[in-house]
C-alpha cells in the first residue's frame, strides 16, 4: 500500500492528532488522552472484540482532540458534545461498527446509570460530573429505546472499557499496533465497500 492512499492518509492524520494533542490530560482523570485511548483499545483487545470495535475503542475520545475546548470545560458547565463530533468526523472513512459505538458511547454511560447501580457506584468524580452536563441518567422509556439500537451492545461494551481505562502507568501496546488494526478495518471496507 503506498502513502498516498485513502486510507494511509487517514492514519497519517490520526497519528498526527494524538502527537499534537495526546499529551493532554484526560479531563479529571490522571492520565493523558493518548494513555486513555490505548487503555480502551487494549481492553477491547483482551475481551475478543473484533477489529472494529477494538478500534472504537481506540478512537472513541477523537472528539476530545478535535475541539479547541478547556480540557477541563465540564468544570466550567459545557458538554463538549465530542461523541457527535468524533463520530462525525470518523464517519468520512470508518462503517457504522466502528461509528456508532463511538457515537453511542455517552448514552451508554446515561443508560447504565439508569440500569446498574454498581456502575454508577464506580463512576469517577469526573465521569459524575460530565453525566450530569450530558442530561444525567437515561429514563426508563429512554433505556428501552436505547436497547432497540443496533449498536447498543458494542456501545455498552465500549463504555465499560472507558470506565476502566483511566489507570496510571498501565503498559499498554503502542499507538502503531492500533494504527495497525484500524488500517485492517479500513482496508476490508475498502475492498468490500457496501459493508457497514
Ligand atoms: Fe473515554
Redesign the pocket.
Known amino acids: 500500500m503506498t502513502a498516498d492512499t485513502p486510507t494511509e492518509v487517514l492514519l497519517h492524520e490520526i497519528s498526527g492528532l494524538f502527537a499534537r494533542r495526546g499529551r493532554e490530560m ?1 479531563a479529571g482523570e490522571p492520565i493523558t488522552q493518548t494513555e ?2 490505548l487503555q ?1 483499545a487494549l481492553l477491547a483487545e483482551e475481551n475478543g472484540a473484533d477489529a472494529a470495535l477494538v478500534t472504537a475503542a481506540f478512537l ?2 477523537v472528539g ?1 482532540l478535535l475541539h479547541d475546548l478547556d480540557e477541563d470545560c465540564a468544570e466550567e458547565g459545557i458538554d463538549d458534545k465530542h461523541e457527535a463530533l468524533g463520530a462525525e468526523w470518523l464517519s468520512r472513512h470508518f462503517g457504522a461498527d466502528v461509528v456508532e459505538p463511538v457515537r453511542l ?1 455517552v448514552a451508554a454511560k446515561r443508560y447504565l446509570c439508569a440500569v446498574d447501580e454498581q456502575y454508577f457506584a464506580q463512576l469517577s468524580d469526573a465521569s459524575r460530573l460530565s453525566l450530569s452536563l450530558q442530561g444525567g441518567p437515561f429514563t426508563t422509556a429512554q433505556t428501552r429505546k436505547f436497547e432497540e439500537h443496533p449498536s447498543f451492545v458494542a456501545a455498552i461494551k465500549l463504555r465499560r472499557w ?2 476502566q ?1 483511566r489507570i496510571p502507568q498501565l503498559p499498554t501496546p503502542p499507538l502503531e499496533h492500533y494504527l495497525d488494526c484500524a488500517r485492517t478495518v479500513l482496508t476490508r471496507r475498502a475492498e468490500s465497500p457496501q459493508s457497514t
Open positions: 484526560y486513555h485511548a480502551a472513541h475520545d476530545h458511547h472507558d470506565e481505562a
